[in-house]
């Protein structure tokens, strides 16, 4: 049971271009999303975070947008450098209980082309 | 900076045998998480640990074992291991909160002969 599906698997972009990643997600109790960035040789680190009390959220060129009723979620990254391929995660988890554990998507590999 | 160290980059080992993965976190976080990630797949949460000596099982948590016997410390066990565990594995860790962010180690790349 995938509770948190990610598109697209892979990614391709040229420099200063616009990259989105797309996740949805089928559990309505989740009220915490973040997305993971992981550079080749390393663990996967916050990018940024969301809670669905907000439809988006901006940190410099990363945004999120956020649609509660289609329980889908997006990480946009405008003017896309290269030192932005990496592989990006997006996640889940909800309050009470197993608060702190998270449910990730597949990942997506984005390629910024020079 | 929250630093969290595994034992080893690279492993290999062979079918059978007993593996050990060790991680540290320096944060004095409650909560600890074992993840292996394979391509295609993303992160799968194998065990987690959110106070010493407590543990719950994750999506996968079959072939593995796991011991906190100290706070800052939380280790993986293969009791037998088998070709279908090689993978990398990810240890992390994050507060006691709600959404708590959480923190990743370098991973281990794991080969089982």
Request: proline fraction near 4%.
């Amino acid at each position: 049971q995938q509770q948190v599906k990610q598109s697209p698997q892979s990614l391709i972009v040229q420099k200063g271009g616009i990259s989105i990643i797309n996740c949805a997600y089928e559990n309505t109790a989740f009220d915490y999303f973040p997305w993971y960035q992981q550079f080749p040789g390393k663990g996967p680190a916050l990018l940024i975070a969301i809670r669905p009390d907000v439809s988006e959220k901006k940190e410099g060129r990363f945004t999120i947008s956020f649609n509660k009723s289609a329980k889908q979620f997006s990480l946009h990254i405008m003017d896309s450098q290269p030192g932005d391929s990496a592989t990006y995660f997006c996640a889940a988890s909800k309050s009470g209980g197993s608060n702190y554990k998270l449910t990730f998507g597949k990942g997506t590999l984005l390629t910024v082309n020079p | 900076d929250v630093k969290v160290t595994q034992s080893s980059r690279y492993l290999v080992k062979r079918t059978g045998e007993k593996v050990f993965l060790e991680c540290v976190q320096d944060m004095d976080h409650e909560n600890m998480f074992w993840y292996r990630q394979d391509p295609g797949l993303g992160l799968r949460l194998i065990y987690f640990s959110y106070d010493v000596k407590m543990k719950e099982k994750g999506d996968i948590p079959e072939g593995y074992s796991v011991s906190r016997e100290k706070k800052e410390r939380f280790s993986l066990i293969l009791e037998s291991a088998s070709t279908n565990q090689t993978s990398m594995y990810l240890c992390a860790s994050s507060l006691w909160v709600s959404g708590g962010e959480q923190f990743f180690g370098p991973g281990t790349r794991l080969t089982v002969l």
